[in-house]
C-alpha cells in the first residue's frame, strides 16, 4: 500500500515539476511573428480558443487571434500554452513566407560611421544595418537589397520554426559585398590570418588557396571586432565586383544559397549543434539549394569546398549543368533506376569534394521533400530541435520514425515516390 503511494505521490510531484517547467517557459519574454512578417516580444499570458493573450514589453495586454500567428508560434502554444493542435490539412497550400511578408524598408538604416578591421588591413565599408544583420558595402554595390533578402530568409526560418528569434539571440550578423577585387582579397587574407593565429593551420592553408577562387565565403571576425560592432563572430563575404552581381534587386541566388543555410545552422544549433556529424553537410547544403531555387527560380552556385563557394550563370560542378532544370533531369534518372535515391549516401558525404552532380541534386531533393507539405514541414521543424539539443543529424532510423515511419526503405520509398512525381520542381 506504500508502495502505491510512494508511486502515486512521485507520479503528481512528476507531473507537477513538468507542468511548472511548462509555464516557465510560456511566461517568458519571447518574439511573436504573425502572417504579415510583423514581430512583437511579449510573454504568453493565456490561450483563449481561437484568441491569445499576450503582455507586451510596455506592460499592456494584447488580445491576438491565434490563426494570425506564424507556424512555429502555433508549436510554441501547443507545446507550452496548453493550445489543443491545429489539424493539418493534408491538401493545404504551401506558403513561402519569405515572400509573402510585406517587408518594411523603413527598418533598413544606412548608418553615417564606418565598419573597419583591425590594424594592418586597411578595408573601410559602409554600414545599412536592419534588425538582425549589418551589411557592410565598398565601391559601387548597395547593401539595402542583401539586406532585405537576409531579413525575409530570417523571418522565414523564423514563421516555421519555434525558438529560432531566441537561439538568433540579439547580436547581429556581419555580410559584406566587397564592391572591388582587392577589398575581398584583403578580407580574404584578414580571415587566413584569423585562422593561422588560433592554431588552425591546415584550415588557414585551405582557405588561402580557395578564397581567391571564390565568390563568397563564410568567414570569422575576431573578438574586439565583434564586440565593437555587436555582431556575431560567424560572418558572411561576397565578392560583388561583377556587372551582373548584387546589381539584380532582392532576389539574388547566389546570396539566397548562403544567407538561407547561415539560419538553418543557426536554428540547428550553430557551431555547437550537429555540425560535423554525418548527414549535416546533406541537410545545410540541400536547404541552401532549395531555398535559392525556390525563391528565385534558378541555381547558379556551385561549391568549390566545405563553406566556400564560386558564382557563375550555370552550376560548374556539384550539380546538373542547367539550373533551372534540376528536378526534371533528378526525375527522369530516378524513373530509370539510373539513380538510386538513398539516406546513407546523403548522410556520407562530409565536404564538397566527395559530391557527384548526382548527389549535390539529390540533397536538393531531399530538402524539397521534407518541406513539401505542412505536416512534412512540421516533422522537418521537429528534426531541427533534435539536431540542436542532442548536437548530432538524427541517424536515418531515427530520421524515419521522426516523419511517422518504422523503417528507413519505407521513408526512402516515399521520398522516391516523391522524386517521381510532378510535385517536384
Same mark, same amino acid.
Given at each position: ?79 507550452? +500554452?496548453? *493550445? #489543443? &493542435?491545429?489539424?493539418?490539412?493534408? =491538401? $493545404?497550400?504551401?506558403?513561402?513566407? /519569405? !515572400? ?62 519555434? +525558438?529560432? *528569434? #531566441? &537561439?538568433?539571440?540579439?547580436?547581429? =550578423? $556581419?555580410?559584406?559585398?566587397?564592391? /572591388? !577585387? ?73 546570396? $539566397? ?169
Amino acid at each position: 500500500m506504500n508502495f502505491r503511494k510512494n508511486i502515486k505521490f512521485i507520479f503528481i510531484r512528476t507531473s507537477l515539476v513538468l507542468f511548472f517547467i511548462g509555464l516557465s517557459y510560456s511566461a517568458e519574454m519571447r518574439t511573436w511573428t504573425n502572417l504579415k512578417g510583423q514581430q512583437i516580444k511579449a510573454q504568453l499570458v493565456a490561450v483563449d480558443g481561437e484568441y491569445v493573450l499576450l503582455r507586451l514589453e510596455n506592460g499592456r495586454d494584447s488580445r491576438i487571434p491565434r490563426k494570425t500567428l506564424s507556424v512555429g508560434d502555433q508549436k510554441f502554444l501547443e507545446e507550452y +500554452g496548453g *493550445a #489543443e &493542435k491545429i489539424p493539418i490539412d493534408p =491538401k $493545404a497550400k504551401i506558403t513561402v513566407p /519569405e !515572400k509573402e511578408m510585406k517587408f518594411n524598408s523603413k527598418t533598413l538604416v544606412k548608418r553615417d560611421d564606418k565598419f573597419e578591421l583591425p590594424d594592418g588591413y586597411s578595408l573601410q565599408f559602409d554600414i545599412v544595418e536592419s534588425e538582425h544583420f549589418l551589411v557592410m558595402s565598398s565601391g559601387k554595390v548597395r547593401g539595402k537589397d542583401t539586406a532585405e533578402l537576409a531579413e525575409r530568409l530570417w523571418y522565414g526560418m523564423n514563421f516555421q520554426h519555434p +525558438g529560432f *528569434a #531566441e &537561439k538568433w539571440g540579439d547580436e547581429k =550578423k $556581419a555580410i559584406f559585398l566587397c564592391g /572591388e !577585387k582587392t577589398d575581398y582579397d584583403i578580407l580574404g587574407k584578414y580571415y587566413v590570418d584569423q585562422l593561422a593565429n588560433s592554431g588552425r593551420a591546415q584550415e588557414a592553408s585551405n582557405s588561402a588557396r580557395t578564397w581567391p577562387m571564390s565568390s563568397g565565403a563564410g568567414l570569422s571576425l575576431d573578438n574586439d571586432t565583434c564586440d565593437k560592432y555587436d555582431v556575431m563572430r560567424g560572418a558572411r563575404a561576397f565578392r560583388a565586383d561583377g556587372k551582373s552581381n548584387f546589381q539584380r534587386g532582392v532576389w539574388n541566388p547566389f546570396p $539566397a544559397h548562403c544567407i538561407a543555410q547561415d539560419v538553418l545552422n543557426v536554428q540547428m544549433g550553430g557551431a555547437g549543434g550537429g555540425a560535423g556529424s554525418d548527414g549535416y553537410y546533406a541537410i545545410s547544403t540541400g536547404h541552401g539549394y532549395y531555398k535559392e531555387i525556390q525563391l528565385t527560380d534558378e541555381t547558379v552556385t556551385s561549391l568549390l569546398d566545405a563553406n566556400t563557394y564560386e558564382s557563375d550563370e550555370v552550376v560548374k560542378s556539384g550539380g546538373f549543368d542547367d539550373g533551372r532544370k534540376w528536378a526534371r533531369t533528378l526525375r527522369d534518372l530516378v524513373k530509370k533506376e539510373k539513380v538510386l535515391p538513398s539516406l546513407a549516401g546523403l548522410y556520407r558525404v562530409n565536404r564538397a569534394s566527395q559530391l557527384t552532380p548526382e548527389l549535390t541534386v539529390l540533397m536538393y531533393g531531399f530538402a524539397r521533400y521534407m518541406q513539401s507539405t505542412p505536416d512534412r514541414i512540421s516533422k522537418f521543424s521537429t528534426v531541427m530541435e533534435r539536431v540542436d539539443t542532442s548536437r548530432s543529424i538524427p541517424v536515418p532510423q531515427e530520421m524515419a520514425k521522426l516523419f511517422g515511419f518504422e523503417t528507413v526503405k519505407e521513408f526512402e520509398d516515399d521520398w522516391i515516390a516523391y522524386l517521381k512525381s510532378t510535385a517536384f520542381k
